[in-house]
Structures are given as structure tokens and as C-alpha cells.
């Protein structure tokens, strides 16, 4: 059985250089995406927080923490893309058949996942102490990522959460990144049309959409742990511990606590992020072809 894979630029074709193309179109999609969607993400994260969603600032100030998710939004995405894609080119060739595609992907989103979690983690704990209002006054993303250093010490303060946003981030990929390959692959085939930046966009606002509420439960231990304080997360223990809690304090609805804002958010995050992403390389592949 012969190979095929339909490829994110599949009228333009491969690009030149899948390392710098895939950095820079991954950079401008994850930041397109989290400047527009940002009130959507925090919302959500103040619907996790154990002090509740009023006292953690309810729909006031919903842009707080845009500073560093902005700053970090851009590398995370590049570094995240430029592992997926090299991944992906060099794990190909291993491949026999369609059938072990999704392997392919699913290996190459759980590698990059990991690696942009190097920076992802640290930005977001920033970001959601910030959105959470946890910090009084007016404090920077940089004082409170000092502040949990020098209080904290680096594993448990500014990677704290780490090992928790890999097991939800991981997962989150194993679905989206076959799916959506998936959906694109079978596009053509199914609609009789080609393969626009459009219909990218409409893959990934699926794929993400599902893996989103899959993982919600997941997402909720996260932001608790990453809200916590360092006393107060060495009793809180680990993700299983903290969505047992949750469910015997607030059902089910605790522990899918963000649904809504989460799966629309990133529904919409994938289809921008994914759309961005597709046009980016087609702008640069339509440059190198000059």
C-alpha cells in the first residue's frame, strides 16, 4: 500500500526548510490566537480556582496576565511546531502504510508537548496568578515569577505544575494532532475540495475542540496546582488526589469546572491557530518559490 499524507501546504508542497518555516509560522499562530482569545482563557481559569470565580475577579479585568501569556505565547508555539514537524519528517520514513500515520503524529505531538512545556510552564504560572488576582497590587509577570524562585525554590516554584500540564498537555495531543491530521488527510476525499487554509482551520477548531473536553479534568488539577500556594500544594498531593477532592466537594461539575469557556476557547484557538498556522507556511513557501 502506497504512503500518503496530505501536508498542511499540500497545493504548494513541502517547504524548503521545515525547521525555520515551521518556528515562524508556529510563533505568529500562538500569538494571533492567545492576544485575541485571552478574556476566554481567563475566564476559564477563574472558574477553576478553589476561592471561586467572583473572588477571583469575576469578568473584571479579563486581559490580567496578557503581558507574559503574549511573551511566552510566541517561542512555546515555535518551539512546539519546529519539534512536532521535525519530528514528523523523520519518523515518516518508518512508516509503511496510512494505518501507522497516527503513530507518527501521536509521538511526534507528545515529544513537542514536552519541549514546549520548558517554557510553557513558568508563563503560566504568571499568567493564571495573575488572571486569578492572587497578587496584590499590581505586581509584574516577572516580580511574581521571582517572588515564586526565590520563595519556592525553581521545581516547586516556577515549575511548579510541570509534571501536571505534561499529563494534560500530552494527552490534549494525542487526540488533536491525529485528528486533525486525520481530518485534513480524508478533506478532499469527503468534500470534494481542496485544501484551504480554511478548511485547516476548521480541522483543527474540531480535533481541538473534542480533545478540549476530554481533558477538561485534567486542566482543573493543573490550575489548582499552579494557583497554589507552596504550603498549601505540598497537602494538596498529586492530580489523581486533587480531582478526588474536587469531585467529593463539588461533583461532577467541579471536576469539568471551565468546561464551556475551555472547549470554546479552544475551538476557536484551533481554528485561528491552525488557519494562521497553514497561511504563514504558504506565505513563506510562495516566497522561497520566487
Known amino acids: 500500500m502506497e504512503l500518503e499524507e496530505a501536508t498542511i501546504t499540500a497545493p504548494l508542497g513541502a517547504t524548503k526548510n521545515i525547521y525555520w518555516s515551521s518556528l515562524i509560522a508556529g510563533g505568529v499562530a500562538g500569538l494571533v490566537v492567545d492576544v485575541v482569545l485571552f478574556p476566554i482563557d481567563t475566564i476559564k481559569t477563574r472558574l ?3 476561592r471561586g470565580f467572583v473572588a477571583s475577579g469575576g469578568f473584571r479585568g479579563v486581559y490580567k496576565g496578557i503581558g507574559p501569556a503574549a511573551a511566552g505565547s510566541a517561542p512555546t508555539s515555535a518551539l512546539f511546531f519546529c519539534t512536532y514537524e521535525s519530528m514528523k519528517s523523520h519518523l515518516r520514513q518508518y512508516a509503511t502504510s496510512n494505518d501507522q500515520l497516527p503513530y507518527v503524529h501521536m509521538v511526534s505531538a507528545a515529544a513537542a508537548e514536552v519541549v514546549a512545556c520548558l517554557i510553557r510552564v513558568p508563563i503560566e504560572i504568571a499568567k493564571q496568578r495573575r488572571q486569578a488576582l492572587l497578587h496584590k497590587g499590581n ?9 515564586a524562585l526565590r520563595k519556592e ?3 516547586k516554584g516556577l515549575y511548579r505544575g510541570f509534571g501536571t500540564t505534561v499529563l494534560r498537555d500530552v494527552p490534549f495531543s494525542l487526540i488533536q494532532f491525529p485528528l486533525w491530521e486525520y481530518f485534513k488527510l480524508h478533506w478532499t476525499e469527503v468534500t470534494g475540495t ?8 476548521i480541522c483543527g477548531a474540531i480535533s481541538g475542540g473534542i480533545a478540549a473536553g476530554l481533558t477538561t479534568p485534567l486542566d482543573v488539577a493543573k490550575t489548582r496546582i499552579m494557583l497554589a500556594e507552596q504550603l498549601e500544594s505540598n497537602r494538596m498531593g498529586g492530580m489523581g488526589r486533587i480531582l478526588r477532592n474536587i469531585y467529593r466537594e463539588r461533583g461532577i461539575r467541579g471536576v469539568f469546572a471551565g468546561f464551556v469557556p475551555r472547549v470554546t476557547w479552544i475551538t476557536l484557538g484551533g481554528a485561528i491557530f491552525f488557519g494562521m498556522y497553514d497561511l504563514t507556511l504558504r506565505f513563506l513557501n510562495a516566497n522561497d518559490d520566487r
Open 139 to 147: 505586581a509584574s509577570s516577572l516580580e511574581i515569577l521571582y517572588g
Open 153 to 155: 525554590g525553581i521545581r
Open 194 to 201: 481542496a485544501l484551504t487554509p480554511l478548511s485547516v482551520a
Open 48 to 50: 477553576q480556582s478553589e
